[in-house]
């Protein structure tokens, strides 16, 4: 099997409202159109099948993104562009999904909790801001940004376009491409 | 993509120490022989990924089942034979999953509860009839046996050489080999 038929998990992760879902999305597309196999594993769809009843504490966290590392996996080794688009907050547990597996690459969706909360696309901020929302990240829970992410866009400075130029060139230079 | 490049979920189901495991091992095998991409989902390493906390209460059950499904799912619409060795008691949960992915492929291992006792592989019956597993499959809890699986294997009647023999020509049958 060539590197190029190879399967790999691209991890995105950042704040609520950086622009995960958007550019996994276009990513997905763009792979498509190279005649890669892509899933999307997308927070909400994911808690909904895979972590129901799970809350936002740490452990619940960790064990909803190990799970979705768990199915990743599975997808990648078999030739599947298993892309996750989940905010992951915590450093140790996405690094702890980094050891799974060798094909890894993680993208830091970087932009500042200022233009989130400005954006608020979801008016999430707005309620966690008011109270309303207990442990919601960045406002009322960590986040702890990667130290060395293979890609890291911003989406205050960059177009979407720009942002995912910016990814498949790297996975280019990558040799996932 | 021809039917036999397609993937596929190929769903075991049947008592504890029926040979669901076994089975399920012999038969990726083969199919990996035959240049098939294989996964297994065994109940319980994925009891240990994806349900860690559940019990085996019917709703406990059912929701540990569906995960399997949707990960089965996943697999197969990406090329891959996902097969599937969890107990499954309930008919209703697996005709659910079912209703989920069109190449769905049933395998009852038909195997007699006495033979099971009988056998005790895993030395679990023991413990159940003397009442130290509650909800244990067959002794103090229900096993739904399907209406219309598309195969059945009958482990006492047959060698395990007989019942995978039975399952690939079923599948060749059915266009997916």
């Not at 929302?133 to 960590?142: N, R």
């Amino acid at each position: 099997m060539s590197n190029k038929e190879k399967g790999f998990i691209l991890w995105f992760t950042g704040l609520s409202g950086a622009g995960k879902s958007t550019l996994s999305g276009l990513v997905a597309e763009e792979l498509r159109r190279r005649g890669k196999k892509v899933e999307i594993l997308d927070g909400d769809e994911v808690r909904e099948n895979l972590s129901k009843g799970l809350g936002f504490s740490k452990e619940d966290r960790d064990t909803n993104i190990k799970r979705i590392g768990f199915v990743a996996k599975l997808l990648a080794r078999n030739g599947v562009v298993a892309i996750t688009a989940a905010i992951s907050p915590y450093r140790e547990t996405r690094d702890y999904v980094r050891s799974t597996y060798p094909d890894f690459v993680e993208v830091f969706v970087d932009c500042p909790l200022e233009k989130c909360i400005e954006r608020d696309v979801k008016g999430l901020y707005k309620k966690a801001l008011a109270g309303e929302i207990p442990q919601f990240t960045g406002v009322s829970d960590p986040y702890e940004p990667p130290l060395n992410p293979e890609i890291v866009v911003k989406t205050h400075e960059q177009t979407h376009e720009e942002s995912v130029a910016t990814i498949i060139r790297r996975l280019e230079e990558l040799n996932y491409l």
